[in-house]
């Protein structure tokens, strides 16, 4: 599903990743990051997709909102993970959204 945005400006954090083989968990922890991250002050949506990449982009009213969620203690816990057990490779993208336009039928 395409999230629903207010008008600009907001910022997006895109994850890009290459997972390890094997699922250890990962469907369940992301999940709940989801979920966590939906609790958030400041979260405005996300949206994700998974082929041999994986892209999640998350939308945010501030900077500092992503900071806080950075910061979350169990989002944290659920980064270190990350690097220790399910990706061989991820890049964090931080943008302000100046400008939107879209198409819907």
Not at 26 to 35: I, N, Q
Not at 96 to 105: M, P
């Amino acid at each position: 599903m395409i999230a629903q945005t207010p008008q600009p400006p907001y910022y997006a954090v895109i994850f890009t990743s290459l997972r390890t083989n094997g699922e250890n968990d990962y469907l369940k922890m992301s999940d709940k990051m989801v979920t966590l991250a939906k609790e958030q002050e400041g979260f405005l949506g996300i949206e994700s997709a998974r082929s041999e990449v994986g892209i999640t982009v998350s939308y945010w009213q501030s900077l500092e909102a992503i900071t806080k969620w950075k910061n979350n203690i169990e989002h944290s816990e659920a980064r270190k993970k990350g690097r220790e057990i399910w990706y061989q490779q991820f890049k964090v993208r931080i943008c302000k959204i100046e400008r939107v336009y879209g198409f819907e039928k």
